[in-house]
């Protein structure tokens, strides 16, 4: 297949521990299979940072901060088909539980108590601000298909990319669907 | 009774009248998904997963508390009831902080992740509230986190109707419901909670958990053995959950004819939970110090210091936990070892003896409207005991006299409850006012009935009842097998210093079992440590460290509760197998074996 015909394909990592990714890396050879058909445009993989118009948007992550919030209303713009891929794209889950604590406590307890921290300070510059919950990426853009696990293991992202090439919608039972 | 007929999805199904939709859906082998739901507490109808369509009602109504009408026609599964599941997955998930990866229930043993698979929750459409909830780990054993709660109330209605103590109950309204300790206390200061442990069992989530199981492995990739609590001689079925042959957590048998999956505190955690200093290794003192050996040279030291020995010289005291088993090995060794005494509780001996027809009395108790306990304390020794009491008299206003020698938990709950000591013709009077009346009056008589103020009290007792309906006597002893072993021929003793004066004893070689102190409760009594330390020898079998071991010039280490097989007899006569859960610890070895290689 010409690359021209390939299926275009954007990730991106917003406030996960990038777990999902390598579970995507754990397709082993059917990483393979699955070049045959798609290609891989901006990836923490390919570490290309622009993300052009493409097919399909694969998130991984919750929005922590405001950065989240731009790259992935910014990837919603550029694709057709938004999947949220994992747990913290979904739910929020582990980022999510700094939620029950206010953001001053959130942001101390980071920079300043953390125990081999001496003389630390917030931050003002550079790191994008915290929002002041962390949510999943549905609560701010729509999302076309969901890919549930902590992280999701290769065989569910397989199934799912799979399903979403061959022009469905992935559909979730006991037999493959894991929270954990 | 009257039967009623339901087309349940266009089965014909039969019922009885009362039967819930729900019921008689199961019973005809029809699934219908649930998560309040428990079969053995009284309907809820919280979460709304059991919704059935019934012809003629346009709402659908939930099945587990809708009275099954005859003729009704009745639909569990649909598009409409699809959709309306999920959406209440769908508000249990978003409603709190259900992060699976960091549960102890992960893996398959949450029943709403199971539901959440089961109906292809991939993605929630609320926004999560992500309440901040408390997280109560202040329990012995158990812990409480608000944030996987889904208000089922099955911890609360397991808590009020099985165990009967009603510590746990719901606080605050709506979305602020809170599921609360005592009076929105903690389980470490709840002064009502008997650590039963059965509201855990119960929680179809992770907010209710075992501290010492949790994160230790899941339940559903362990492999289960079913055997029987040797705590008590209630004797309750366990299922033990052994991962990498060791204990991941201990339930209750809900096919146990006995406890039918509850237990108490003794059983569902004392036996696991709490860390006991195992003894793995053959020791024999050398110098003044005991020295780990081989079990051959063990064996060798004992024939040795005991060659010279007549049968009437050497003593073996026994644990009341033995098996039926070793009780055929005692009698086996009878004629190398002439002085053998089973050690049991204080005035329990008087107990042992005629154990008497076997008889199923856990129905007896669940009809009971009267209950007179006579030196017997169920709600410290036999926990399961005290809860169908304290639920007899809760929901079913059962009376209950107490007759004891100290105070009880269940005091609280008693009409009447006495010291034995300086009753009057008017205290009479008071227990009969009480009992007047009563149809299906229990005496329950424990150990210190066998007092001479305990014996009177229950001739008192005896003639107490109305005339025409005597009550069901029930004997509940204290150690686990002393009637089965006394009737086997071992001699039930309660005055020990007697006993070691009552032969020309050289050695003894005290046999602990697997008791949880490793025996050294025979130390209670004042003047056992003097009569092992007049002994010559002393030979200690025990699967626990305890002070004893001082006292032994040879130490043999048993077999745990966990290792063991064999039977034990329960104070109904039912005769209940232990099954090993676990391998041998180390050179553990059988009690009845150790006996033989020794005596016979």
């Not at chain 1, 992550?61 to 913290?88: F, M, S």
Request: proline share 5%.
């Amino acid at each position: 297949m010409s690359e021209k015909l390939k299926v275009k394909v954007a990730t991106v990592w917003l406030g996960g521990c990038s777990g999902c990714h390598m579970s995507f890396l754990d397709l082993d050879e059917r990483l393979v299979e699955l070049f045959k058909l798609v290609e891989l445009t901006a990836s923490p993989i390919s570490d290309l940072k622009d993300i052009p118009p493409v097919d399909v948007g694969i998130v991984e992550g919750a929005v922590c901060n405001e950065e989240n919030a731009h790259v992935l209303k910014t990837l919603r713009k550029q694709c057709k088909v938004l999947v949220a891929l994992g747990d913290c794209a979904i739910t929020g889950n582990v980022p999510a539980l700094r939620n029950q604590k206010d953001l001053g406590e959130v942001l101390a307890r980071g920079y300043i108590e953390t125990e081999s921290t001496q003389a630390g300070e917030i931050p003002t510059e550079i790191v994008p601000p915290l929002c002041p919950k962390v949510r999943p990426i549905q609560e701010f853009v729509k999302v076309d298909a969901y890919i549930p696990g902590c992280p999701p293991d290769a065989d569910a992202i397989w199934y799912a990319l799979t399903e979403l090439l061959a022009g469905r919608k992935p559909l979730w039972n006991e037999t493959n669907v894991r929270y954990d | 009774m009257k039967t009623l007929t339901l087309t349940i999805d266009g089965k014909i199904c039969a019922g009885a009248a009362g039967q819930t939709i729900l019921e008689v859906a199961t019973a005809s082998g029809i699934e219908i998904p649930t998560l309040c739901h428990m079969k053995e507490l009284s309907p809820w109808g919280g979460c709304r997963m059991c919704i059935v369509e019934v012809g003629g009602i346009a709402k659908p109504v939930p099945s587990c508390a809708t009275p099954a009408a005859d003729g009704s026609v009745v639909v569990t599964k649909n598009e409409r009831l699809d959709r309306l599941r999920k959406l209440t997955l769908e508000l249990l998930f978003s409603e709190r902080n259900h992060i699976c990866p960091i549960c102890p229930m992960n893996k398959g043993d949450c029943e709403l992740q199971m539901s959440g698979y089961k109906f292809g929750i991939d993605g929630i459409r609320f926004p999560y509230l992500y309440p901040a909830l408390p997280v109560d780990l202040t329990g012995k054993y158990l812990g409480l986190d608000h944030n996987r709660c889904i208000l089922c109330a099955r911890c609360i209605r397991t808590c009020d109707e099985i165990e009967g103590a009603h510590t746990l109950d719901l606080g605050n309204r709506g979305v602020k419901s809170q599921v609360i300790v005592d009076l929105n206390s903690t389980f470490g200061a709840s002064t009502t909670c008997t650590h039963c442990g059965a509201c855990v069992s119960a929680c179809p989530t992770g907010a209710l958990f075992d501290k010492n199981a949790a994160f230790h492995g899941a339940l559903k990739r362990c492999a289960q053995v079913r055997t029987t609590c040797a705590e008590c001689p209630v004797g309750c079925g366990l299922v033990v959950y052994t991962m990498d042959d060791r204990i991941v957590d201990v339930f209750g048998d809900g096919d146990s004819p006995v406890n039918r999956g509850h237990l108490c505190v003794r059983g569902r955690y004392e036996t696991w939970a709490v860390k006991r200093e195992r003894l793995t290794e053959p020791m024999v003192r050398r110098n003044g110090a005991l020295a780990p050996v081989a079990w051959d040279e063990a064996l060798a030291a004992i024939r040795a210091a005991t060659r010279g020995l007549k049968s009437g010289e050497k003593g073996l005291l026994v644990s009341g936990r033995l098996t039926n088993e070793a009780a055929e090995t005692l009698a086996k060794i009878r004629p190398s070892v002439s002085s053998v005494g089973m050690y049991v509780a204080e005035n329990e001996a008087a107990m042992c003896g005629d154990p008497g027809a076997a008889r199923d009395v856990f129905p007896l108790l669940q009809e009971a409207d009267a209950f007179v306990l006579l030196g017997a304390d169920p709600a410290r020794l036999q926990g399961v005991v005290a809860a169908r009491i304290r639920v007899a008299v809760r929901k079913r206003g059962a009376k209950l006299v107490m007759l004891n020698v100290r105070s009880s938990d269940l005091d609280a709950y008693a009409d009447i409850s006495s010291r034995m000591v300086g009753l009057e013709r008017a205290f009479w009077k008071r227990v009969a006012d009480v009992l007047k009346g009563r149809r299906k009056p229990v005496l329950i008589y424990g150990p210190n009935a066998m007092t001479s103020l305990g014996v009177a009290a229950m001739e008192k007792l005896l003639k107490t009842f109305d005339a025409d309906c005597g009550p069901s006597v029930i004997g509940l002893p204290a150690t686990t097998n002393a009637l089965a072993l006394s009737a086997a021929g071992v001699e039930a003793v309660d005055d020990l210093s007697r006993w070691f004066a009552s032969a020309p004893l050289r050695a003894v070689h005290v046999c602990a079992a697997d008791e949880p102190a490793g025996g050294a409760r025979i130390l209670r009594e004042r003047e056992v440590a003097g009569c092992l330390k007049a002994m010559e020898f002393v030979v200690l079998q025990t699967a626990y460290f305890s002070r004893l071991v001082e006292l032994a010039d040879v130490v043999l280490p048993a077999l745990a509760w966990s290792e063991r097989s064999g039977t034990i007899t329960n104070f109904e006569g039912r005769k209940l197998p232990l099954r090993p859960a676990l391998t041998p610890r180390g050179q553990a070895r059988d009690d009845a074996d150790i006996l033989e290689s020794i005596y016979a």
